[in-house]
């Protein structure tokens, strides 16, 4: 998705060729626009072997599968607001076990971005359907449904679970090769 006016004055923009990009300029301003990632955060949620995965109720991923997240506002923690997705979507409080890994994304319509993934556990709460998500249910590993294979984002289930521990610096890498990790 592609700007059209400054952020900072609202004039239009113009773009060209700048430090080797196709980048807006502000005919008003001369303020150039830098194109910024999406960055959403995820909880991975897993009890007595099972992974927590729910079904998205909006589009664009609508009627997929997919672990409690969603996109990280600007002033946010992405820890927090993984934490704050899992209760809006599912209505289960949770407490945060760190960062299992980061992953780049190009399938959003909105553009491309980071996808944070936290180990969590459950604190409180009842889960139950949202608003925002539908069927909230833990699958054995055999038993993930195929479309979230499709489009997953998250490793460490697939390896044996909380025995193995995330690097202290997680590896950043693309959905299209954690697919290829989690489920050869």
């Known amino acids: 998705m592609r700007a059209n006016f400054c952020l900072v004055c609202g004039s239009r923009l113009n773009y060209e060729e700048i430090d080797g990009r196709e980048r807006g300029r502000c005919v008003g301003c001369n303020r150039i626009h830098y194109d910024q990632l ?21 589009e664009p991923f609508k009627h997929h599968w997919g672990l409690p ?20 979507e599912i209505a289960l ?22 996808f944070l ?27 993930i449904p195929r479309n979230w294979r499709e489009g997953a984002t998250v490793r460490q289930f697939s390896r044996g679970s909380a025995r193995h521990e995330h690097a202290a610096t997680p590896r950043f890498r693309s959905r299209r090769a954690f697919k290829r990790e989690v489920f050869l």
């Open 93 to 114: 409080s949770l407490k945060s076990n760190g960062l299992v890994d980061a992953y780049f994304f190009d399938d959003h319509p909105k553009g491309c971005g980071v």
């Open 69 to 88: 997240g969603g996109h990280v506002e600007a002033d946010e923690d992405p820890q927090l607001a993984a934490i704050r997705e899992a209760q809006e």
């Open 38 to 58: 999406i960055v959403g955060a995820g909880a991975l949620i897993e009890l007595n072997g099972r992974l927590l995965l729910l079904r998205r109720v909006f």
């Open 117 to 143: 993934v936290y180990r969590c556990e459950i604190v409180g709460g009842v889960m139950s359907e949202t608003a925002e998500a539908e069927t909230p249910t833990f699958f054995v590993r055999s038993e």
